[in-house]
């Protein structure tokens, strides 16, 4: 079996929830980020110039709405709650964040499980993953052979690289000639948004789910792996530790744009690829197919490049920024409180992300709320 070859995943979807952040538009954005402008020493980027460069238009942006942990707790109390099950009867918790609120010992985790309640017997597992982290949870979910389980994300780029004291960006983000990429460290904040999120999985031998991971890093395309981390934070940890020269200029989020966009344009099309080759026309079986929502751009190409309509692969990037690896289920909870889907619809998740790693798999949606039918809804039917 090589790192791409598709698994069986027997889970079906019973919850899920997501809480955004307050949108603004980029405009407003701008005006309070005050982002030089490299080619005018006296201005600052507005609002249309970034959505030029970005493609984004809005942000779900909630520095205050995320001030601690509790409103990602909501999230995944709300999920467990409209999923039937009590948190007693949870067997695995998987938590996925870049952006964690306690930097040592998988706190955010312990801190999480001890307010839902978990029982002390199941594990903290908490991943340091970004976009593709919902696909290497759902991999780990099924190497546990979890009987329910618990998925929570969140990306809180604002409290991350929110608005300083001056209510402008830190200047690490505006003015940084220390990061290998200090002159784009900017985009980061502008394209980064607010998001938390939490799916249940429930173990079901009949939902005749399918998997597939690959961190991409032995090999990658035929090719050599990736080395590259995509995203650079270089500053403290052990190579520049907290509070030595640089560190704070270095713990900037820095993108690799350009490798970037290579891996996820190839990535997307290689889940592809391999999923249809484990599972002909699989598609025809999904209601939706939900993308990362990395940029506007490279979303746009990918759902042309499939030939997909905008009703079988939704897209919110532009509207909310990228929220990471909370994206994808965004907008299976927006599918799902619009009355998209129905009970039994399989949808489809792929993602890429920063390490590199990507991944892609099937489950159908079986969330007691939502209302039964005979029939799977086909690729083309409609919302």
Same mark, same amino acid.
């Not at 997501?18 to 701008?30: K, R, Y």
């Not at 930097?103 to 199941?122: E, N």
């Not at 009987?147 to 960006?169: C, K, M, P, W």
């Not at 999120?197 to 789910?209: I, N, P, Q």
């Given at each position: 079996?090589?790192?791409? @070859? ?18 603004? @538009?980029?405009? !407003? ?27 984004? !238009? ?104 929110? +608005?300083? !004291? ?71 940890? %052990? ?13 900037? +989020? ?42 506007? @751009?490279?979303?746009?190409? +990918? ?36 009355? %998209? ?29 939502? @209302? ?12």
């Amino acid at each position: 079996m090589t790192p791409s @070859t598709p698994v069986p995943f027997p889970y079906a979807i019973i919850g899920a929830h997501t809480e955004l952040g307050p949108v603004i @538009t980029m405009d !407003e954005w701008a005006k309070r980020a005050r982002v030089p402008h490299r080619h005018d020493p006296d201005g600052h980027l507005d609002g249309p110039e970034i959505t030029r460069l970005l493609g984004v !238009e809005g942000k779900s942006w909630g520095p205050e709405r995320f001030a601690s942990l509790d409103a990602v707790a909501g999230a995944a109390r709300t999920a467990l709650a409209g999923s039937g099950i009590r948190s007693g009867e949870v067997d695995a918790v998987i938590v996925v964040t870049c952006t964690p609120y306690q930097i040592l010992m998988d706190q955010d985790a312990f801190a999480l499980m001890r307010s839902l309640g978990i029982p002390d017997h199941v594990l903290p597992l908490q991943l340091g993953a970004g976009c593709g982290g919902l696909a290497r949870a759902a991999a780990l979910v099924a190497r546990l052979r979890a009987e329910r389980a618990l998925v929570i994300s969140y990306n809180i780029a604002s409290r991350i690289v929110g +608005f300083d !004291e001056d209510g402008a960006l830190p200047k690490a983000y505006r003015d940084n000639s220390v990061h290998p990429y200090g002159k784009g460290v900017w985009a980061s904040p502008a394209l980064f948004s607010d998001a938390a999120a939490a799916v249940v999985l429930e173990r079901d031998e009949d939902a005749a789910g399918v998997l597939l991971y690959s961190r991409d890093s032995q090999s990658f395309d035929d090719g050599p792996g990736i080395t590259d981390p995509l995203i650079h934070i270089l500053g403290g940890g %052990n190579d520049r530790a907290v509070g030595l020269p640089g560190s704070a200029e270095l713990a900037c +989020f820095g993108m690799n744009a350009p490798e970037i966009t290579r891996y996820y344009s190839r990535g997307m099309t290689l889940n592809h690829r391999d999923l249809n080759e484990a599972r002909p026309g699989y598609l025809d079986e999904v209601a939706r197919f939900y993308t990362h929502q990395a940029n506007p @751009t490279l979303v746009d190409a +990918f759902i042309e490049e499939m030939g997909l309509s905008r009703q079988t692969a939704p897209s919110n990037v532009r509207q909310l920024g990228n929220t990471v690896s909370p994206s994808t289920l965004a907008l299976l909870h927006a599918d799902h409180t619009a009355g %998209n889907l129905a009970h039994g619809d399989r949808v489809c998740f792929s993602v890429v992300g920063a390490g590199p790693e990507r991944g892609t798999f099937i489950a159908p949606v079986r969330i007691p709320s939502l @209302t039964r039918r005979a029939e799977p809804r086909r690729q083309g039917d409609g919302g």
